[in-house]
């Protein structure tokens, strides 16, 4: 055997470590590509949670009612607008009763209130007007209308007739948007008559 480190031994050492440092460098390579991989699943979950958070402002929580503009939201306006109690104003007592001005298709004139400010203590919508006492013959238009007196903001109409052999007395449909809690109600009148007709007037609604 050699002494010089030539031998079989040295060489079989020699072997060893270049062996050793072929497999330390690989693994460090593949280290190197592991924390490549690593960075790149980072970098996919913080996308996961962009897209997450972004369709969580979307559909929103079960904690979200009418007033939040998310999938959760409209689903609790849709329920409230499908099964809320329908309610009737004015309640156990006489409709009100709405008069035209003079003239064929006369300007809407003054409203005149029919539930008033602080009646109703949540959100609500208007579903019908019931109509009865139609004064005469002929066409006629109902404005609704929200908002304090004199500065009152148009938010549904409906259209009836009587004639001869008919009149549409009851309950029409009506479609308005989402009332805020404690609004004024009022209504106008206006019909194809010259005279000052008028017609009697309740409101069905239903909170959220």
């Known amino acids: 055997m050699s002494g010089d480190g030539t031998g079989i031994g040295g060489h079989l050492l ?4 270049n062996a050793t440092k072929v497999v330390v460098d690989a693994t460090k ?6 924390k490549v991989v690593v960075d790149a699943i980072k970098v ?3 996308a996961t949670k962009v897209v997450v958070d972004a369709i ?3 559909t929103g929580t079960n904690a979200d009612n009418h007033d939040v503009n998310t999938l959760s939201g409209k689903s609790h306006l849709l329920m409230e607008h499908t099964h809320s109690i329908a309610m009737i104003h004015p309640e156990l007592a006489n409709p009100v009763q709405l008069q035209k001005a003079s003239g064929v298709w006369a300007a809407y004139g003054t409203p005149t209130e029919i539930i008033p400010a ?3 203590t949540d959100d609500f919508d208007l579903h019908f007007g019931i109509v009865s006492a139609i004064g005469a013959n ?3 238009t109902i404005e609704i209308y929200e908002g304090a007196a004199l500065s009152e903001v148009q938010i549904a109409h409906i259209a009836i007739t009587r004639n ?5 007395e009851g309950a029409i449909p009506i479609i308005t948007p989402l009332i805020s809690a404690n609004t004024r109600i009022s209504a106008a009148l ?3 008559n010259a005279a000052q007709d008028t017609l009697e007037l309740k409101l069905m609604y239903h909170v959220y």
């Open 14 to 17: 020699k072997a060893t470590l």
């Open 29 to 34: 390579v593949v280290v190197d590509a592991i």
């Open 44 to 46: 996919v979950v913080d």
């Open 56 to 58: 969580k402002v979307v």
């Open 118 to 120: 602080g009646e109703i």
């Open 138 to 140: 002929g066409d006629y």
């Open 164 to 168: 001869a052999v008919q009149s549409q």
């Open 190 to 192: 206006s019909s194809g």
